[in-house]
């Protein structure tokens, strides 16, 4: 198995720095006998100084929840790529279900926004999950539009530095992740989907993350059966204890 991802996103929360570096602090603690994997958190970005004054290093790395895909200019309210990577960030989450659908976002702006992190030397984290499914299989076809597109420009030999998220909607913020069997079964799918855009080495080497409700009692089934590199992780992600478990788990496997 490759290195395993343990991505953090905590999403408009905590409300204050002091917390946020609480929480951060004994992540970090715990993180620091990681060997097979690495802890990525991305807190607000407002938070992100507060964070590196903490300390990140090899085991824990940084990252945006979202960027404009323009480096720089008059988008009141947004931050680029470049300004997040100049503070440190690693990776960028593109496309979060919670973007899509609150703010509107799409395939197009996803790939505009994959484009731009890699640009900047971020690693995209694109995100993708099916609203709901039906017995016909129609989310495998939405799956595969919104990984085609997302990847659309993407070159060969930049796929290296990406990462997706499967991340179903109506799994994520409920109260049990989708059963690792079904999970199975679309990690294989996508990694198809990657081989017949990129080729099956290229493909192959892509870690594939799953979020949508992942805790302690879950992940094992979800990591080992659901046959995934790695997590997303919301709401677990902001309580120590609980990635202290996470944590202790993915390295177990
Ligand atoms: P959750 O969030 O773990 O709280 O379900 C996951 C996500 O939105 O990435």
Redesign the pocket.
């Known amino acids: 198995m490759n290195t395993r991802y343990i991505i953090g ?1 905590w999403k408009m929360n905590p409300i204050s720095a002091a917390k946020a570096k609480e929480i951060f602090r004994s992540i970090k603690r715990d993180a620091s006998t990681l060997k097979k994997s690495v802890v990525g958190i991305c807190p607000p970005a407002i938070y992100f100084e507060h964070l590196r004054a903490v300390g990140t290093g090899k085991k824990v790395l940084l990252g945006i929840q979202n960027i404009h895909w323009e480096k720089e200019g008059s988008h009141t309210g947004e931050i680029s790529a470049a300004m997040a990577k100049d503070l440190g960030a690693a990776y960028c989450i593109v496309g ?1 279900s919670e973007r899509r659908y609150e703010f509107g976002e799409d395939n197009a702006e996803a790939e505009r926004k994959v484009k731009a992190a890699l640009k900047a030397g971020l690693s995209p984290i694109l995100c993708v999950g099916e609203r709901d499914r039906d017995e016909d299989g129609s989310h495998f076809a939405f799956i595969e539009e919104e990984i085609t597109t997302g990847l659309g420009g993407v070159a060969k030999k930049d796929l290296k530095n990406v990462l997706l998220a499967y ?1 179903p909607v109506w799994a ?3 109260k049990d992740a989708m059963n690792p069997r079904k999970l199975q079964e679309m990690s294989i799918f996508i990694r198809r989907v990657l081989a017949d855009r990129f080729g099956k080495a290229e493909a192959d080497a892509v870690p594939v993350l799953y ?4 805790n302690p009692t879950n992940t094992k089934g979800i990591m080992e059966e659901g046959r995934v590199d790695g997590l ?5 992600s902001r309580e120590p204890q609980k990635m202290k478990k996470i944590m202790r788990i993915v390295e177990e496997i």
């Open positions: 996103n979060h991340e994520i913020g409920a979020g949508g409700s992942v997303l992780i919301g709401r677990a």
